[in-house]
């Protein structure tokens, strides 16, 4: 029969707000986290990490939480622009890396 | 710098038929993994490959395999293709294996798979 893709869960902020997308991971053995940016019809791509020894790493725009006692990550983007407008998934590492479901995010001008 | 690439960046086979994917590392990476991504969904691991060997498998049947060459590329084979195969596959380089030296992989821009 037909297949039909699921339905991300999705976050709409208008621009120049800040954004924050959640994750919950399942394994509490995983060392290492990683958010990825993906654009319509492109590969998934790197935008910043976190080793299970931190609980907060800032990049440019960008903040990655970790809260290993509720296996919670979380991507803040400050002042979002219409340019990150896409499916964010964060990852774990515990051995081979394991995708989340993804967050489409949409930003309004 | 030329970030991973990947060819054919569209490709369409039927039932029963087999196909060969290719992969070009960032230079200087020594590991390349494969993914599976259907529309919808996150990227489901099938395997890596690290110096010429598998190094890790996900729960992707015998149809699946990979070699590596000595320059670091990489081409998966699935033979006898299913609609279910259908799909963007996607390449990831790191500079390691991974373990405590914990790095992020970079991925290509994948090839996308339709079986009809």
């Known amino acids: 029969g037909e297949s039909v893709g699921l339905h991300l869960p999705t976050l709409s902020v208008q621009e120049g707000d800040n954004s924050i997308i959640n994750c919950a991971y399942s394994n509490s053995a995983s060392d290492y986290f990683i958010w990825y940016k993906q654009e319509s019809g492109k590969g998934p791509q790197f935008i910043i990490d976190?080793?299970?020894?931190?609980d907060k790493r800032q990049g440019q725009r960008v903040t990655v939480l970790l809260n290993k006692t509720v296996k919670h990550l979380s991507l803040q983007i400050a002042a979002t622009q219409p340019g990150d407008s896409a499916v964010y998934f964060c990852?774990?590492?515990?051995?081979?890396?394991?995708f989340g479901q993804g967050t489409e995010l949409s930003v309004k001008p | 710098d030329a970030g991973v690439t990947q060819s054919p960046t569209h490709l369409i086979k039927t039932r029963g038929q087999h196909v060969t994917l290719r992969c070009s590392p960032i230079?200087?990476?020594?590991?390349v993994s494969w993914y599976q991504q259907v529309l919808g969904q996150g990227p489901q691991f099938i395997f890596q490959?690290?110096?010429?060997?598998?190094?890790g498998r996900g729960n992707f049947p015998d149809r699946f395999s990979a070699r590596q060459f000595p320059n670091y590329s990489s081409e998966p084979n699935v033979n006898a293709l299913l609609l279910g195969d259908s799909a963007l596959y996607l390449c990831?380089?790191?500079?390691?294996?991974?373990?405590?030296?914990?790095?992020?992989?970079?991925f290509g821009d994948g090839t996308r798979l339709s079986i009809l």
């Open positions: 230079s200087g990476h020594k590991s």
């Open positions: 976190i080793r299970s020894n931190m």
């Open positions: 490959y690290y110096e010429k060997e598998e190094r």
């Open positions: 990831a380089s790191s500079l390691s294996l991974g373990g405590r030296e914990n790095q992020p992989q970079h």
């Open positions: 990852a774990e590492r515990g051995g081979k890396l394991i």
